[in-house]
């Protein structure tokens, strides 16, 4: 590869090391900090409330009522989750998957947790919790009811107090259950909630109006939560609020938007919107091409931010005296599982519901790459084990290029002799000393850039691994062999502690801390980068000698804090490599000294005399 090339595949490789340092060590921590913004105040919620179409408000009320009281439940009333669960009276849920109750005041679906992750690698570690009471820390929870259009009939809120109608009194996902509320004005609701094996409810609202009156209502649905949570605030994964509105596409915004923003307004056509963690979302959908007035809100009670994702449904629900009519939303709330949103997508028509998990802008690489490592996986029975598998398959692919690459670095190699006589020949001649090379190319059949494809055509293959590994549920706890217990999560060991022998966390260490977290994989990683450097002569340019020297200690730092997945990838790919090169150009008759190279770096060999390849 000639010197301006191999100049710009450094730049390439310094220029991500720069957008990855920045990301993790400056602009997240920034981030983070900038979360907390000043108070939007209870006025200014209900005022935004008011317009157009009635809207449920953050406070727990329905529009009809919006400057009433905030219920009982706003955060901090209660010490934790437990405390709030004891409060009501319940209606328990009891899947394969789920785990968790529903709550008679508000019948508001409160208390859920996924059966099937725990918190650690550890299987006697708790469960996930997703929904929390309101009042509980960090609450969350799901909510559907009616606004009642320009009337004063009671509708049922926050702290209206249900009784179970149906026979079962547990939801599974062979039996629903029935609740109903009578507002003793002629109205009475009613409403249903069933689940799938997975993590689809579906809810049934219904007034039977038993009044001398026509009543109109609009019906509901919301998520409010409670606190700003914990996100990473990494540019590959959106985590915060999000929804598909028909024509207003993705919108997906951070938690701080929607803070600075007060509220965000959008009409739509069928759609749905939520919150999305890294592994783990809720979301409420309306029925397909339904139309809808859409709502992103911030508020703060209690001194807490309260972050809510609503729509309301803009057709009128009429119910005339002696009639009953019903109305049927649906409520995602579970793990991010591809399979599973794909399957719903498909049987319910929910509009791109795919997007709750984030492939990033090269989603054309990444899905295609995650559907790759999980069919491996079913073979294989390993995603470690996928992950080589992938490499070894990419490799396959781009041997013919490789191939071709690697023939024209040995052409390179043969030519270096004529290559440092047309620069001492015209070493003052810039123009005529470029002209002589290519014609020196052309007689030797040399594409001096040939030699950058085996590295250009990595970079693809290596982000949108590493979005797979990053954002996909399947890689989460995924274990390898040995210590590599979770792909998704950095090596465990580390060598500043003597892998473990001194009882001391060195990231613990102010401001250089997250340099200190170096295991055993990213030092395999770094030897066998090292080592594939080390298939060619050192540089004769000093300033590039010493980048190609420290280029292998830089990523191996880097990759520290990586998944471990990512680096298992990056080290196989790295032995294959010398491998593969090291055997296409000794077959076309260069000379590769690659022992006599490595010692010549570790000063125990001879320099290559001027001219002359190792």
């Known amino acids: 590869m000639k010197p301006d090339n191999r100049n710009m595949i450094i730049a390439i490789a310094l220029s991500i090391v720069v957008l990855f340092g920045w990301q993790f060590f400056v602009a997240g921590p920034q981030m983070e900090q900038a979360q907390r913004r000043a108070e939007i105040t209870a006025q200014q919620q209900r005022d935004a409330a008011a317009a157009n179409l009635p809207t449920p408000s953050a406070d727990g009320t329905t529009p009809a009522a919006s400057s009433a009281p905030v219920p009982a439940g706003t955060p901090g009333s ?33 208390d859920l947790q996924l059966k099937e992750y725990h918190e650690t690698v550890d299987e006697d570690s708790p469960i996930i919790t997703l929904l929390v009471p309101s009042g509980a820390p960090g609450g969350y929870y799901v909510e559907q009811g009616w606004a009642a259009a320009g009337t004063d009939t009671a509708v049922p809120d926050g702290t209206s107090v249900w009784t179970l109608e149906s026979s079962n009194d547990v939801l599974t996902n062979a039996s629903p259950v029935t609740m109903r509320w009578d507002n003793g004005e002629g109205q009475i609701f009613r409403r249903t909630f069933a689940v799938d094996d997975d993590y689809l409810f579906t809810v049934t609202q219904s007034i039977e109006n038993t009044g001398a009156a026509t009543v109109v209502f609009y019906p509901y649905s919301r998520i409010v939560r409670q606190g700003t949570p914990k996100v990473q605030n990494f540019f590959i994964q959106h985590e915060g609020p999000l929804g598909v509105l028909g024509d207003n596409n993705l919108i997906s915004k951070k938690y701080t938007d929607i803070a600075n923003d007060k509220q965000i307004d959008a009409t739509s056509n069928g759609g749905w919107l939520g919150f999305t963690d890294k592994y783990w979302a809720t979301a409420v959908l309306s029925e397909p091409l339904q139309p809808l007035n859409a ?14 994702t609503s729509f309301v449904e803009s057709t009128p629900v009429n119910v005339g005296p002696g009639q009953t009519a019903e109305e049927t939303s649906y409520v995602f709330a579970g793990a991010k599982r591809d399979n599973v949103i794909a399957g719903y997508e498909k049987t319910y028509g929910f509009d791109r519901l795919e997007l709750l998990i984030d492939w990033g802008w090269l989603w054309f690489f990444t899905h295609p790459m995650f559907w ?24 396959a692919l781009f041997f013919p290029l490789a191939s071709r690459s690697y023939r024209s670095m040995a052409a390179m190699r043969r030519v270096q002799p004529e290559m440092k006589a047309i620069q001492e020949r015209y070493k003052d001649d810039r123009a005529q000393q470029q002209q002589a090379m290519m014609e020196l190319y052309k007689t030797e059949k040399i594409n001096p850039l040939s030699g950058c494809w085996p590295v250009l055509i990595q970079i693809p293959v290596f982000f949108s691994l590493y979005t797979v590994i990053f954002i996909s549920l399947e890689m989460r706890h995924a274990p390898f062999f040995g210590w590599i217990v979770d792909l998704a999560a950095p090596d465990p060991t580390n060598v500043f502690n003597l892998f473990g022998l001194i009882p001391w966390d060195p990231t613990t260490v102010p401001i250089i801390g997250g340099l200190l977290h170096l295991g055993v994989w990213p030092l395999v990683m770094g030897l066998t980068m090292w080592v594939q450097m080390k298939l060619n002569p050192p540089p004769t340019d000093p300033t590039q000698a010493m980048i190609f020297n420290w280029m292998p ?12 997945g990512l680096v298992i990838y990056w080290a196989w790919n790295n032995t294959l490599s010398v491998t593969q090169q090291y055997f296409i150009m000794k077959r076309n008759g260069a000379d590769v000294d690659l022992l006599g190279n490595i010692l010549t770096s570790l000063g125990l060999g001879k320099k290559p005399a001027d001219g002359k390849s190792s």
């Open 372 to 395: 790759l490592l999980t069919s491996l996986y079913g073979i294989l029975g390993n995603f470690g084990l996928a992950i080589l598998a992938v490499t070894v398959l990419v490799k």
């Open 295 to 308: 709502r992103f809100s911030h508020m703060v009670v209690g001194g807490t931010d309260v972050y809510q």
């Open 78 to 110: 209660f010490a934790d989750r437990e405390e709030a669960i004891g409060v009501s009276d319940r209606v328990r849920i009891d899947t394969s998957s789920l785990a968790g109750s529903i709550n008679l005041t508000g019948a508001r679906l409160d």
């Open 553 to 564: 200690v830089i990523f191996t730092f880097m990759l520290g804090t990586f998944p471990a």
